[in-house]
């Protein structure tokens, strides 16, 4: 979009004054903006490039000041064009977590997210200005692996049967979801979206944040749909959490069976979703890289529906037609 550089361009210079700079892609994400990097005098700047026909930067600036306020370490907001649909932000670097995973620094890495998580979900404000994770769209999000996925992508035409199946196991799902306790939801806490930084880690991409099940974020960063952990050590690390949790007065709920459920087929629904929307990014947006991440995303979803029976009609579905 060179129009939209050329604007963009034009708004560092005139309207914000920047020194002469350089500017480079410094990343793009699923959705259609697009991130550059502004370097000049030594300091560097990260500039987000949303169309504002395609996407609202509102609620970025809306949520990075909740997070900030909390003590998180994410962008911070320095100028902003909301007509044009652009922004200019720190610079959390260019290190993500997954690039930085390895058996040795994990736990480090881990200990230093859940750290973050923990005050997110402690001290960031969760209240009317964030979208509630209600049941239209926890189904909405799953009703995308049903048409991008099983429809688009492998062209399946259910039966009715098999449609009944999904419905049921939808349904499951949300209600699982809405009995959570409700907290401030990233929404996308995972490490393509960690910084590995000073203040580590930096929280990128939280503008879609919501207020809902507390175990939704716990479940993006430990079963990430880009890297797979050993299930034993996963449950380990949740536990932890859980116990924090009750610790700082998030949680009540002493049960740890009760949360590892919880936690389970939080997985299962955002992992349905996740598949959905990778077919939808290739088909409909033309980024097919990320069909690479539906067989480890899809692996999850089987291995948790075998450890429940109320889900096993969801497995046997998936082992017959994909």
């Keep these: 979009m060179p129009e939209r550089l050329n604007l963009l361009t034009h708004w560092l210079k005139n309207d914000l004054g920047l020194p002469a700079f350089d500017i480079a ?9 697009r991130y550059f990097r502004v370097s000049f005098n030594g300091e560097t700047r990260i500039v987000m490039d949303a169309p504002p026909d395609k996407e609202n930067i509102e609620p970025f600036m809306h949520t990075s000041k909740l997070l900030h306020d909390a ?24 290190e993500q977590y997954l690039a930085a995973l390895n058996e040795e620094s994990v736990d480090r890495l881990y200990a230093d997210a859940l750290d973050a998580l923990a005050l997110i979900q402690s001290r960031a404000v969760c209240d009317d200005t964030l979208p509630p994770y209600d049941r239209s ?20 035409e259910l039966s009715e049967q098999e449609q ?27 490490s393509r979206n960690l910084m590995v930084c000073e203040n580590n880690p930096g929280i990128l991409d939280f503008q879609d944040a919501v207020a809902g099940p507390v175990t939704y974020d716990l479940v993006s960063l430990l079963r990430d749909c880009y890297i797979t952990w050993p299930r034993e050590q996963v449950e380990a690390w949740a536990l932890g959490f859980h116990q924090r949790s009750l610790d700082n007065g998030v949680l009540n709920i002493q049960d740890k069976e009760q949360f590892l ?22 088909h409909r947006d033309g980024k097919p890289g990320y069909l690479d991440d539906i067989p480890r995303t899809l692996t999850y979803v089987q291995e948790v529906c075998r450890r429940y029976p109320r889900l096993s009609a969801l497995d046997g579905l998936i082992q017959a037609r994909l």
Excluded at 137 to 156: I, K
Excluded at 167 to 190: G, M, T
Excluded at 262 to 280: C, E, N, P, T, Y
């Design 261 to 282: 459920r919880w936690f389970d087929l939080m997985g299962v629904q955002r992992h349905l979703k996740a598949i959905g929307i990778f077919a939808r990014l290739n």
């Design 164 to 190: 009944n199946i999904l419905n049921e196991a939808f349904s499951l799902l949300a209600e699982n979801a809405l009995e959570q306790p409700q907290v401030f939801v990233h929404r996308d806490y995972h």
């Design 25 to 33: 892609p410094a990343s793009a994400d699923a959705s259609f903006r």
């Design 71 to 94: 003590g998180l370490n994410v962008p911070e907001v320095l100028a902003s064009d909301i007509e044009q649909g652009f922004l200019l932000l720190s610079d959390l670097g260019s």
């Design 137 to 156: 769209l926890l189904l909405q999000e799953m009703e995308l692996f049903r048409e991008w996925y099983l429809g688009w992508h492998l062209g399946l």
